[in-house]
């Protein structure tokens, strides 16, 4: 089945968090609309960009893009922006059940709002390995009052300006900031307006719901839970989980769950869903959402005060919460048991000229005027640097606990070029920021691919006897991974999508700072690129008279 929808992309007045503010909505709203599709659909999305003075792209998260790498939606990599008063069509077919994301990927643009839910069913007659009676899916993002060309221009200034904590965090689109914070505008902020009363999810006593959540915070890597009731997680980035029981689930920007909830509690009343913001030490009030227990009024606040949440500091429940999450039986896709490339990647901070940046291996990436999907494929060998980024960095003279003995990085935008079919294992390795006894969590995206996920240690990764304790048996497969401060991430993956695809942290601003990576495998066997895609950088004599 074909599954179209035309959108139209454009800044409006909402008041998300109560405080009024420019939003990216698609047709006149954000979230904007999921896209419900069964697997093996096509799906169209046509789209018009109304921004006025703004390009657009649009990244479908967690699709891969088999034979359709153009359609990634990756501005600088896969495709030219959609400029101003365009309209571009993406066709690509969902060929995995499960719960996916879309949103922008041009400059830091997706903070805006422009963000939405992919909901792909199994064929008709299959049936998940799970049973629940109602299926429902809820965002969850942070919110700065900065527009995101402040943001950007701060994060490109000497001296730096960093974005900070955000001002609020939106369940499905809704928060709810304290208009008597000192120096807002009281006539923009109205704590009644209706645009952010709390996102309200209706159950029936009894029934259990699956409950998909995705993150799509610019920065925060959240706990979300449910007054009173357990979850137990089914399914992480599309594949089936394990089973497991949270109180509170961890969501790093990028992840999408399902949770089994059951509507179990007292039904005179209601409850509070939060999403509290761990990693970072922040005092951004946490988001509020309430379960309604049907037949009480869907806007009833709980009558106990609203939950707290972990300690934002406590690293350990969070990664033996990523450690618990492995493959379910009979859905196991068992991993290659040896691979053919290691390439180590250290997350660091830096400094270049003054700015502050984000570099894999001392190299922070910015991406060429030429997307390289096209580049590649045109021959245009000149439109990014040919020295391949450096396979690793040197581990035995770096201090990961330490500030960089030299904080200086360099820039590029070389591309690892990977042997099509190959099997590439990546070690995230984190490590301190230039600040004293700080490191961050950084939640990594692939672009085209799920990857297996072969483990997590803490320190320095060694590479003689740390891969001796991978999970070869049943580890999940996902699209987006954390790697916690001071630890490690192990990944594999097969290089088997004809493309070229990114790789990077999910985080708005250190991607925009540099935090990523592109890889290409197997672009000789792309097909016939669409001229859609073009128009920018060399592309733009194609369209000269
Ligand atoms: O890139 C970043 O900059 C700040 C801080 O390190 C400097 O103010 C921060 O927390 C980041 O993630």
Not at 24 to 36: D, E, L, Q
Request: hydrophobic share 35%; net charge neutral.
């Amino acid at each position: 089945k074909v599954r179209y929808h035309k959108w139209e992309v454009k800044y409006q007045y909402k008041s998300p968090d109560c405080y009024q503010k420019l939003v990216i909505t698609i047709n006149g709203r954000s979230p904007g609309p999921t896209i419900n599709a069964q697997q093996g659909d096509t799906v169209i999305v046509e789209i018009r960009n109304s921004l006025l003075l703004e390009d657009v792209a649009i990244h479908w998260h967690g699709i891969r893009q088999h034979g359709t790498p153009w359609a990634d939606g990756t501005e600088g990599v896969t495709q030219c922006p959609i400029i101003p008063g365009d309209t571009f069509t993406y066709k690509f077919v969902v060929d995995k059940p499960g719960t996916f994301l879309y949103h922008a990927h041009y400059g830091m643009q997706r903070g805006a709002g422009l963000y939405g839910l992919i909901k792909v069913s199994l064929p008709a007659g299959e049936s998940e390995p799970f049973s629940y009676d109602y299926d429902r899916s809820i965002i969850l993002a942070d919110w700065y009052h900065k527009s995101t060309y402040e943001q950007m221009t701060g994060l490109n200034s000497i001296p730096f300006v960093w974005v900070g904590e955000p001002q609020s965090i939106l369940i499905q689109g809704r928060g709810k900031f304290n208009c008597s914070t000192p120096g807002t505008e009281a006539d923009l902020c109205n704590a009644t307006n209706p645009e952010c009363s709390p996102f309200s999810l209706t159950v029936v006593p009894g029934k259990t719901y699956r409950l998909r959540i995705g993150s799509l915070t610019g920065l925060s890597a959240l706990s979300f839970e449910i007054e009173g009731h357990n979850m137990t997680v089914v399914e992480a980035d599309g594949h089936n989980v394990e089973p497991f029981v949270v109180q509170n689930l961890f969501i790093y920007s990028g992840e999408t769950y399902s949770v089994l909830i059951k509507a179990d509690q007292d039904p005179s009343r209601n409850y509070w869903a939060s999403a509290h913001i761990v990693s970072r030490n922040s005092n951004t009030t946490n988001g509020l959402g309430i379960i309604n227990y049907y037949p009480n009024h869907p806007k009833r606040n709980p009558p106990t005060s609203p939950l707290v949440g972990p300690r934002w500091n406590d690293t350990a429940p969070r990664i033996a919460q990523s450690q618990a999450i492995k493959a379910l039986k009979g859905y196991i896709h068992t991993p290659p048991q040896t691979t053919d490339r290691v390439i180590v990647m250290l997350n660091t901070q830096n400094k270049i000229d003054d700015h502050v940046r984000w570099s894999v291996n001392n190299v922070s990436f910015g991406l060429p005027d030429t997307p390289y999907l096209i580049a590649l494929k045109q021959n245009f060998l000149h439109a990014f640097e040919q020295t391949p980024p450096p396979e690793g960095y040197d581990a035995a003279n770096y201090d990961i606990y330490s500030v960089a003995k030299n904080v200086n990085a360099t820039t590029s935008n070389s591309i690892y070029r990977l042997k099509f079919n190959s099997t590439v294992d990546v070690i995230l390795q984190n490590a301190n920021t230039m600040n004293v006894n700080n490191s961050e969590t950084h939640p990594w995206h692939l672009h085209g691919h799920d990857f297996w996920v072969l483990g997590y240690g803490i320190g320095k990764f060694n590479i003689s006897t740390d891969p001796k304790k991978y999970n070869l048996v049943n580890p999940i497969m996902k699209n987006t991974v954390p790697v916690h401060p001071y630890g490690w991430t192990a990944l594999r993956f097969r290089a088997d999508n004809p493309g070229v695809w990114l790789f990077h942290c999910h985080i708005e601003a250190h991607f925009f700072q540099g935090m990523g990576v592109v890889f290409e495998e197997g672009v000789e066997k792309v097909g016939r690129l669409p001229t859609s895609i073009m128009g920018c950088g060399e592309t733009k004599r194609f369209f000269k008279p």
